[in-house]
């Protein structure tokens, strides 16, 4: 364990150096979209929908959008197919692109053993911290949990174990320097989808996710809605759906980059 925060604490300061919020003499504004899950890894699967297929589907959507309407917008996904790729290689494709705003898009779920999962529903959007209540953790848990599919996945990650809360302490020395600008496009992120999305409002919470942690830039992860409510599920995996969330976050984007220029 003593070894595993020894490595953390290097290279938390190889990817997580200061870097400036926007470049001075930029000529793109560098939007990286992280469609979470692929391939193998389906992410959450109900209703007769998959997880990684509607974080796609938002993903590209909002790409199309962001290209055709704002000038000087580069749009970097991650992945732009059903591809399996590891939270490192998402964090590389950030941190190579020298990114100006990391987009991780998500769908939510709960544990199958929970009354209310055919219910529940909302929208959240996430910034990297420490967990402020057990849903926040357990939300972290399943999307970190992706690594497991990777062989050896803790001697590549450090040590890092997603279901082991010794492992989230790396957390709380994460760099703050992109901390304020994260939250001010999650807000913003937030209230349209809400606003003209009609997702119900979950908030904007703090947690530690692993691959907000390794990009070196401000850095949000959305969560949709939830995948175990039929509702829910119907509308994300509708063409209104996918372009009404992806309209929603693309009006972030817009106001988040007016207001850092």
């Given at each position: 364990?003593?070894?595993f925060?020894?490595r953390?604490?290097?290279?938390?300061?190889l990817?997580?150096?200061?870097?400036?919020n926007?470049?001075?003499v930029?000529?793109?504004?560098?939007?990286v979209?992280?469609?979470?899950?692929?391939?193998?890894?389906?992410?959450?699967?109900?209703n007769s929908?998959?997880e990684?297929?509607?974080?796609?589907?938002?993903a590209?959507?909002?790409?199309?959008?962001?290209?055709?309407k704002?000038?000087?917008?580069?749009?970097?996904?991650t992945?732009?197919?059903?591809?399996?790729?590891?939270?490192?290689e998402?964090?590389?494709?950030?941190?190579?692109?020298?990114?100006?705003?990391f987009?991780s898009?998500?769908?939510?779920?709960?544990d199958?053993?929970?009354?209310?999962?055919?219910?529940?529903?909302?929208?959240s959007?996430?910034?990297l911290?420490l967990?402020?209540?057990?849903?926040?953790?357990?939300?972290?848990?399943?999307?970190?949990?992706?690594?497991?599919y990777e062989?050896?996945?803790?001697?590549?990650?450090s040590?890092?174990?997603?279901l082991r809360?010794?492992?989230?302490i790396?957390?709380e020395?994460a760099?703050?320097?992109?901390?304020?600008r994260s939250?001010?496009f999650?807000?913003?992120a937030?209230k349209?989808?809400?606003?003209?999305?009609?997702r119900?409002?979950?908030?904007?919470?703090?947690a530690?996710f692993?691959?907000?942690w390794?990009?070196?830039?401000?850095?949000?992860?959305?969560?949709?809605d939830?995948?175990?409510?039929?509702?829910?599920?119907?509308?994300?995996?509708s063409?209104?759906?996918v372009?009404?969330?992806?309209?929603?976050?693309?009006?972030?984007?817009k106001e988040?980059?007016e207001?850092c220029?």
């Open positions: 364990m003593r070894n925060f020894f953390s604490l290097l290279a938390l300061s990817i997580a150096s200061p870097l400036p926007m470049r001075a930029a000529t793109d504004f560098t939007i979209l992280d469609p979470g899950h692929g391939g193998k890894d389906h992410g959450a699967i109900d929908a998959r990684k297929d509607i974080n796609l589907s938002v590209r959507r909002l790409g199309e959008k962001l290209k055709k704002l000038k000087g917008v580069k749009v970097v996904y992945r732009d197919d059903d591809t399996f790729l590891s939270l490192q998402r964090a590389a494709v950030a941190n190579e692109s020298k990114g100006d705003l987009v898009i998500h769908t939510n779920s709960v199958e053993k929970n009354k209310n999962r055919k219910n529940v529903a909302g929208a959007v996430y910034v911290g967990h402020k209540d057990g849903n926040n953790m357990e939300v972290a848990r399943r999307e970190n949990s992706v690594i497991e062989k050896d996945f803790k001697t590549k990650y040590g890092f174990d997603p809360d010794e492992s989230y790396i957390f020395m760099q703050k320097s992109n901390l304020s939250f001010s999650a807000e913003k937030q349209h989808l809400v606003g003209v999305a009609g119900k409002d979950r908030g904007v919470h703090q530690g692993w691959v907000l390794a990009t070196c830039m401000p850095a949000v992860l959305v969560e949709l939830f995948i175990c409510n039929p509702e829910s599920a119907a509308f994300m995996t063409e209104e759906g372009d009404s969330m992806a309209d929603a976050i693309f009006k972030a984007v988040y980059r207001e220029e």
